[in-house]
């Protein structure tokens, strides 16, 4: 089974904090992807990557940035944060190489409460 | 247009009910599709790819209308475990990039 694991459930940080979260997955996948989910608005993509030292943005990168180094992990940051990014993160990976290969395999997601 | 609309719902049938839901899309170029579902405070789970030819997977039967960009998902005989919300993913384009509705909230009462 594909496994992705994020490195914490809940997290509580104060406003201005820099906070990295963590996400590994352990079936080499190509591509992985940060999301945040909040209530009314669905997922929503931040930025992803789909190899080694590469990202792109996604729909509502400000205020985050990434750090893919190795295949498996796939860092998050929020530089300074703000209240506002207070929400629920998702990691996901997926496999590559082909539109049959899009199948998202999440993590169990990091809550984030920004005091 | 939004790029993938679903209906919010909630929907609210009593258990053995038939449930369809239906989520358009806008890009026509678009190749992938899938139904995830989601329980409440988990994670997205794949629930099934949705093919040009349809597909079933037991109770559950996804459809593509290229014509009229909608994918379909049809529940049969629903079960209180059924209860949860059903994500319609699409990829842009012919891309990898996914796009997520919003959901359907799906309720099965007793």
């Known amino acids: 089974d594909v496994k992705v694991t994020q490195s914490s459930r809940y997290l509580v940080k104060r406003t201005g904090e820099k906070v990295f979260l963590e996400c590994v997955q352990d079936m080499d996948h190509e591509n992985m992807f940060w999301y945040r989910q909040d209530p009314g608005l669905g997922l929503r993509l931040i930025y992803f990557?789909?190899?080694?030292?590469?990202?792109e943005k996604g729909d509502i990168p400000e205020g985050y940035s990434v750090s893919r180094e190795k295949k498996e992990r796939f860092s998050l940051i929020l530089e300074s944060a703000s209240t506002n990014q207070t929400s629920m993160y998702l990691c996901?990976?997926?496999?590559?190489?082909?539109?049959?290969?899009?199948?998202?395999?999440f993590g169990p997601g990091t809550r984030l409460t920004v005091l | 247009r939004k790029e993938v609309e679903q209906d919010p719902g909630p929907f609210n049938v009593p258990e053995g009910a038939t449930v369809a839901f239906n989520c358009t899309y806008s890009?026509?170029?678009?190749?992938?599709f899938f139904w995830y579902r989601q329980d409440c405070r988990k994670e997205p789970k794949l629930l099934m790819s949705?093919?040009?030819s349809g597909n079933e997977d037991g109770r559950f039967t996804a459809q593509l209308n290229r014509a009229s960009q909608y994918i379909s998902l049809l529940i049969r005989d629903s079960k209180l475990s059924d209860s949860a919300t059903y994500l319609c993913?699409?990829?842009?384009?012919?891309?990898?990039?996914?796009?997520f509705g919003r959901g359907t909230s799906l309720i099965v009462h007793p």
């Open positions: 993913v699409v990829n842009r384009g012919g891309s990898y990039i996914p796009t």
């Open positions: 990557s789909y190899d080694v030292k590469m990202k």
């Open positions: 949705v093919y040009s």
């Open positions: 996901a990976s997926s496999p590559g190489g082909g539109i049959r290969n899009n199948e998202q395999f």
């Open positions: 890009n026509s170029a678009s190749q992938s």
